[in-house]
Each structure stands twice: as C-alpha cells, then as structure tokens.
C-alpha cells in the first residue's frame, strides 16, 4: 500500500494493537490520523526494500516461469478487499497471498 487513500482505509481497517505495513511510495498525498495510531497503539512499518536492478531481476523470472506455479496467488477486485481481510483474519482463505485489483 503506497497511496494516501489506503493508508487512510488500513489505519481504519486496523485492529487495536494491529501493524500495517506501508511498501512503496506512490504519493505523499493525504494525511495519517497519528492520534487514532497512538491511541490504539498502531504500529506503522514503512517498507522500501527494493532498487530497479531488483524489480527487473524478479519481473524477468516472473515472466520466465522461473518462480513455478503461481496457482496459489488469488486474485480479486478492490470491491472485494474487506471481505479477503475478513476471511484471512477467520482463517478461512485458503490462498496464501490475495491481490486485489483495480481494473
């Protein structure tokens, strides 16, 4: 999550106590409710862990099918977002990773 839209909506989604993790940098739009973080005691992790080199070593193996079998990545529309938080927190999601997609 890179966009001040979805920093907005996981400070909301967020249990007490819970981390988000922001990755990449897509705008410094908006801004974070700091207070709702400290007062529900939030821990935010920013994450940037990646160089160009990075990304177009990793986008050549993905498209090699150095990588295998991707069968396990699920993929769904943004629209669908809470209800895959709902089913990975209830453990009912069988799909280790969710992409959720705008278009």
């Not at 699920?74 to 453990?91: I, K, T, V, Y």
Request: hydrophobic letters at 40%; aromatic letters at 4%.
């Amino acid at each position: 999550m890179g966009g001040g839209v979805t920093r907005d909506q996981a400070i909301l989604a967020c249990r007490s106590g819970g981390v988000i993790v922001h990755i990449g940098l897509m705008d410094n739009k908006g801004s974070m409710d700091v207070r709702a973080l400290t007062l529900r005691e939030i821990t935010f992790i920013g994450a940037y862990t990646y160089t160009p080199v990075d990304l177009s070593v990793t986008l050549k193996k993905l498209h090699s099918g150095a990588l295998g079998d991707l069968g396990w990545i699920e993929q769904r529309p943004l629209s669908a977002g809470g209800e895959a938080f709902s089913e990975l927190l209830q453990g009912r999601c069988a799909a280790p990773k969710i992409v959720l997609q705008t278009g």
